[in-house]
């Protein structure tokens, strides 16, 4: 009995630990096609990177990136992700530019790089007139593959002024942390023990 409940445990921990997705793009550096700055109100590529997926912030603080004035279809925006990740997802916030609702996406393509150069595409989608109004987020997966840097590109918009993006989270599955592993091999030595001795015991 007790062996069970040490191989249970040892193929919980290491099948928690391979595959818990997280966001590996939280805080990177990030670069885009244009952003939109009035003088007194700048909307960086930065801000898709700040954990903040609603339209928040003040002049200079805002919590979102715009393209600039009329830019619309073609215009995109990526994150450096430091160095390359196995990745099979994105988690995507719109914008609508506060209460003003004059910006934001409506279709666009998800692609990626390992290189920053040369790019492959990986999906499409577009944000529903709900996700755009109520920033609910809209959740896209692909095939497992491995990047650094992922772009979204606007295919077209809402509001019609410019493109925009409140937030870009990029899902990764990590390898086994080596404490976990450590972890999971001591419990499978004490699994192995056991069988050693109740065999002897026979």
Do not use: C
Not at 9 to 17: D, I, R, T, Y
Request: glycine share 10%.
């Amino acid at each position: 009995m007790i062996s069970k409940i040490v191989a249970a445990a040892v193929a919980l921990a290491v099948s928690g630990a391979v595959f818990a997705e997280t966001n590996v793009a939280l805080g990177k550096s990030t670069t885009a096609s244009s952003f939109y700055s009035s003088g007194s109100e700048v909307f960086p590529s930065a801000n898709i990177t700040d954990g903040i997926t609603s339209d928040s912030g003040a002049p200079y603080a805002w919590s979102f990136w715009l393209a600039a004035q009329g830019q619309n279809a073609n215009s995109w925006v990526q994150v450096d992700l430091g160095s390359t990740f196995n990745i099979n997802g994105v988690d995507l916030f719109d914008t609508h530019n506060r209460g003003y609702y004059d910006r934001g996406t409506d279709a666009f393509t998800i692609s990626v790089s390992t290189d920053g150069t040369t790019f492959t595409d990986v999906a499409s989608g577009s944000f529903t007139d709900a996700q755009w109004k109520q920033q609910t987020g809209k959740d896209i997966s692909f095939a497992s593959t491995d990047a650094r840097y992922v772009r979204f590109t606007v295919d077209s918009v809402y509001g019609g002024q410019s493109a925009g993006l409140a937030e870009m989270q990029v899902m990764a599955v990590p390898e086994a942390s080596t404490s976990t592993m450590a972890l999971a091999g001591l419990g499978l030595l004490g699994f192995v023990a056991m069988r050693r001795k109740a065999s002897q015991s026979r």
